[in-house]
């Protein structure tokens, strides 16, 4: 089946680093994919919708300016985080849309939790 | 705007039980809807998909259902076990390829 590649799983950083994480569709092409936060014991909350060669959307109240999306192929995304704070610490997780004859269907990276100390 | 309810938030039951996940969403004009499962601290994993043309699909003892009209969908677990404990989300396809995420359900299957 399709798989989804996000990298890195674990990240601890200090205050004030750019951290970015890698989210790839390591078996078909993607034009779009998407990232979300989660929160402990709370649902996925959509962060942005990335689209290969175009700009990211963002969801209302998510800085552009702090989590910088870049989708520059059909097989990557990148989320970078800018400069870091303790309140970034979450867990992130990137999905991708596999479009085929039988429909559509979203695909999930395995996460990256993201500790800024 | 899209809201997804999940009902119960988390249910305790113990092995081999039969059990059912509910989902309900207040705009009735989804496409597809999936059912997904996450292990604490992971990814989710899809289990089930069901498009737009489809009322229910079954993988071994899963099965999902979906109403459509009532914009309701639910997931059937067959002879529950400890392995299943986890957090259950639904997520529907909506109009801009837009999916819509539950609150989820939180399973712990007592052996």
């Known amino acids: 089946g399709a798989v989804v590649s996000q990298h890195p799983s674990r990240v601890i950083c200090k205050s004030g680093t750019s951290v970015k994480i890698e989210c790839r569709s390591l078996?078909?092409?993607?034009?779009?994919m998407f990232w979300y936060r989660q929160f402990p014991k709370q649902s996925l909350m959509l962060m942005a919708t990335?689209?290969?060669?175009?700009?990211?959307?963002?969801e209302q109240g998510v800085e552009k300016d702090k989590f910088l999306i870049n989708h520059a192929s059909l097989t990557l995304s990148t989320l970078t985080v800018t400069s870091a704070h303790p309140e970034d610490s979450s867990f992130y997780i990137c999905?991708?849309?596999?479009?085929?004859?039988?429909?559509?269907?979203?695909?999930f990276g395995s996460g990256t939790q993201l500790s800024v100390l | 705007k899209q809201e997804v309810t999940q009902i119960p938030a988390a249910l305790s039951v113990p092995e081999g039980e039969n059990l059912v996940l509910n989902c309900s969403f207040t705009d009735s004009a989804i496409y597809n809807l999936q059912w997904f499962r996450q292990d604490p601290g992971k990814g989710l994993t899809s289990l089930l998909l069901?498009?737009?043309?489809?009322r229910e699909q079954t993988s071994g003892r899963l099965n999902a259902s979906l109403d459509k009209s009532s914009g309701r969908s639910t997931l059937y677990i067959a002879a529950s076990q400890p392995g299943d404990s986890a957090t259950y989300l639904c997520a529907g396809l909506g109009l801009g390829n837009q999916f819509y995420f539950g609150t989820g359900t939180s399973l712990t299957v007592i052996p």
């Open positions: 999905s991708a849309i596999q479009i085929n004859t039988g429909g559509e269907k979203l695909f």
């Open positions: 078996d078909f092409q993607a034009t779009t």
């Open positions: 069901i498009q737009s043309s489809q």
């Open positions: 990335s689209n290969e060669g175009s700009k990211a959307t963002y």
